[in-house]
């Protein structure tokens, strides 16, 4: 306004300027309906109230595609709210430059620098607050939306990175860790994705961890670490069908599987006294055979045996080592049973295995030693009991009819029937004896004379005996 200009007038010119302009620009809210027109571009006017002129601009409206709204290219600072229905963002842009994309349900500051519509602020220093969300409902909040809004969206498109950065020794701007997601398939209705999370090792971002759909994979190892005793990991499956789960998979992924490859061990460590980490036992498969349709594996389980991993057992592989199929193999030889008998009734099971020795005190059918002695050594697998035994007769006085010895396992009954027969013979002369017999359900062998008599003994003699027979359990 020049010298000598609007004479009578130039008040109500500044109040509009300064008063209804001015705060228009600064806290100005504007309500417009987009129109799903190509470019809604905002009125401009000088001197006058206008669109272009509000602070605050909230767009409307059913949209059917992306569309723009036009702003001001001079220099200004806006807020841009994408209120529209449809599901599809607006483009906030000058009107020869380009712009930025505001998605839908998203409220944006937008500066305009002359030439083009600019993200206004994309980067702090310092603490940055944090997000309060107040409302007391079942409502999720708050929400941090990452929206790639491309229009040709694709397999491995990253739709967003979260990202730590640092210094590094020589003052050097040093990404430290990511998080990003991966489109894996776009196809609507099958959509698919992955958020892999990074770490810088050796100044080369690694991708350690991947999560999909499918499955979380752990590239590398992985630590779980608690202070606490108990569970430290559990899986899972709601399955309520009859397919198997949950599964753990151990999976050597090699291009060229070789006989001897060990596929995978799980181990059990410790500290040992000297505070040094201990491998104590380890259950692991080896490949055996890797041609397809023929392939062939073992198993192993061993521990720690005088600070040496020592084998216990061997499924698909002898005691020395090495691959036999069917076979299951104790290369340390020794396979121990309850010391009480747990019976099965199944005729393919094997539920009992006993080595021994009694010394029970032999008697006689009638009459009585004045001074014997009597010896058993036994062995029993499952019901088959295995005898060899021997009756020392320092004095024989007047004993009589048969001699008799408890045996270490009652018989099995069969229907009232002499259950076993053995026989004796006298070791001091050399003679044969005769037989030794168990009756049905007895747990005595009484030896006579293949005649039903007393066995030949004299004082000072030795009888040695053998029977076999099936015990009650």
Same mark, same amino acid.
């Given at each position: 306004?020049?010298?000598?200009?609007?004479?009578?007038?130039?008040?109500?010119?500044?109040?509009?300027?300064?008063?209804?302009?001015?705060?228009?620009?600064?806290?100005?809210?504007?309500?417009?309906?987009?129109?799903?027109?190509?470019?809604?571009?905002?009125?401009?006017?000088?001197?006058? #109230?206008?669109?272009?002129?509000?602070?605050?601009?909230?767009?409307?409206?059913?949209?059917?595609?992306?569309?723009?709204?036009?702003?001001?290219?001079?220099?200004?600072?806006?807020?841009?709210?994408?209120?529209?229905?449809?599901?599809?963002?607006?483009?906030?842009?000058?009107?020869?430059?380009?712009?930025?994309?505001?998605?839908?349900?998203?409220?944006?500051?937008?500066? #305009?620098? $002359?030439?083009?519509?600019?993200?206004?602020?994309?980067?702090?220093?310092?603490?940055?607050?944090?997000?309060?969300?107040?409302?007391?409902?079942?409502?999720?909040?708050?929400?941090?939306?990452?929206?790639?809004?491309?229009?040709?969206?694709?397999? #491995?498109?990253?739709?967003?990175?979260?990202?730590?950065?640092?210094?590094?020794?020589?003052?050097?701007?040093?990404?430290?860790?990511?998080?990003?997601?991966?489109?894996?398939?776009?196809?609507?209705?099958?959509?698919? $994705?992955?958020?892999?999370?990074?770490?810088?090792?050796?100044?080369?971002?690694?991708?350690?961890?991947?999560?999909?759909?499918?499955?979380?994979?752990?590239?590398?190892? *992985?630590?779980?670490?608690?202070?606490?005793?108990?569970?430290?990991?559990?899986?899972?499956?709601?399955?309520?069908?009859?397919?198997?789960?949950?599964?753990?998979?151990?999976?050597?992924?090699?291009?060229?599987?070789?006989?001897?490859?060990?596929?995978?061990?799980?181990?059990?460590?410790?500290?040992?006294?000297?505070?040094?980490?201990?491998?104590?036992?380890?259950?692991?498969?080896?490949?055996?055979?890797?041609?397809?349709?023929?392939?062939?594996?073992?198993?192993?389980?061993?521990?720690?045996?005088?600070?040496?991993?020592?084998?216990?057992?061997?499924?698909?592989?002898?005691? *020395?080592?090495?691959?036999?199929?069917?076979?299951?193999?104790?290369?340390?030889?020794?396979?121990?049973?309850?010391?009480?008998?747990?019976?099965?009734?199944?005729?393919?099971?094997?539920?009992?295995?006993?080595?021994?020795?009694? #010394?029970?005190?032999?008697?006689?059918?009638?009459?009585?030693?004045?001074?014997?002695?009597?010896? %058993?050594?036994?062995?029993?697998?499952?019901?088959?009991?295995?005898?060899?035994?021997? %009756? $020392?007769?320092?004095?024989?006085?007047?004993?009589?009819?048969?001699?008799?010895?408890?045996?270490?396992?009652?018989?099995?009954?069969?229907?009232?029937?002499?259950?076993?027969?053995?026989?004796?013979?006298?070791?001091?002369?050399?003679?044969?004896?005769?037989?030794?017999?168990?009756?049905?359900?007895? *747990?005595?062998?009484?030896?006579?004379?293949?005649?039903?008599?007393?066995?030949?003994?004299?004082?000072?003699?030795?009888?040695?005996?053998?029977?076999?027979?099936?015990?009650?359990?």
């Amino acid at each position: 306004m020049a010298t000598g200009d609007q004479s009578g007038t130039w008040g109500d010119t500044t109040n509009t300027n300064l008063g209804t302009l001015l705060e228009q620009a600064i806290t100005g809210y504007l309500s417009v309906a987009q129109g799903d027109v190509a470019n809604l571009t905002l009125t401009t006017t000088n001197g006058a #109230s206008d669109q272009a002129r509000n602070a605050v601009v909230r767009v409307t409206g059913a949209l059917t595609a992306t569309r723009n709204v036009v702003i001001q290219t001079a220099n200004k600072l806006y807020t841009i709210a994408n209120d529209t229905t449809g599901g599809f963002s607006i483009v906030v842009k000058t009107a020869a430059g380009t712009g930025v994309s505001v998605p839908p349900g998203a409220m944006v500051d937008v500066y #305009s620098d $002359g030439t083009n519509a600019v993200q206004a602020a994309n980067y702090w220093t310092g603490s940055i607050g944090g997000i309060a969300y107040l409302d007391a409902g079942a409502a999720v909040g708050p929400n941090f939306d990452l929206f790639r809004d491309s229009t040709s969206p694709a397999i #491995s498109d990253i739709l967003g990175r979260l990202t730590w950065n640092g210094r590094d020794s020589a003052a050097n701007k040093q990404e430290y860790a990511s998080i990003e997601s991966v489109i894996v398939s776009p196809t609507s209705t099958t959509e698919g $994705g992955t958020l892999d999370f990074y770490a810088t090792v050796a100044g080369t971002r690694t991708r350690h961890m991947s999560m999909s759909a499918g499955a979380t994979a752990i590239i590398g190892t *992985a630590s779980i670490n608690s202070t606490a005793a108990g569970t430290l990991l559990t899986v899972t499956s709601t399955e309520a069908g009859a397919a198997t789960g949950p599964v753990l998979d151990l999976f050597r992924d090699s291009a060229s599987p070789v006989a001897a490859d060990q596929l995978g061990r799980i181990q059990f460590l410790g500290r040992d006294s000297a505070n040094a980490i201990t491998t104590f036992g380890t259950f692991a498969l080896r490949l055996d055979d890797p041609v397809d349709g023929s392939e062939d594996a073992s198993f192993s389980l061993a521990a720690v045996i005088a600070g040496v991993s020592t084998g216990y057992m061997h499924w698909g592989r002898d005691t *020395a080592n090495t691959a036999a199929a069917s076979v299951v193999a104790l290369p340390l030889g020794q396979l121990q049973f309850p010391y009480t008998q747990n019976p099965s009734s199944n005729a393919n099971t094997l539920d009992d295995y006993e080595e021994g020795t009694t #010394s029970p005190t032999p008697t006689s059918g009638s009459g009585s030693f004045t001074s014997v002695n009597g010896v %058993i050594y036994y062995t029993k697998i499952g019901k088959v009991v295995t005898l060899n035994g021997q %009756i $020392g007769v320092t004095t024989n006085g007047t004993a009589a009819t048969s001699i008799l010895i408890a045996v270490p396992f009652t018989a099995l009954s069969q229907s009232g029937n002499n259950h076993a027969v053995g026989n004796y013979y006298n070791r001091s002369t050399g003679a044969s004896g005769g037989r030794v017999t168990i009756a049905d359900s007895s *747990a005595t062998a009484t030896l006579v004379t293949d005649v039903g008599g007393y066995p030949t003994v004299a004082d000072g003699q030795v009888l040695n005996f053998s029977v076999v027979y099936l015990a009650s359990a």
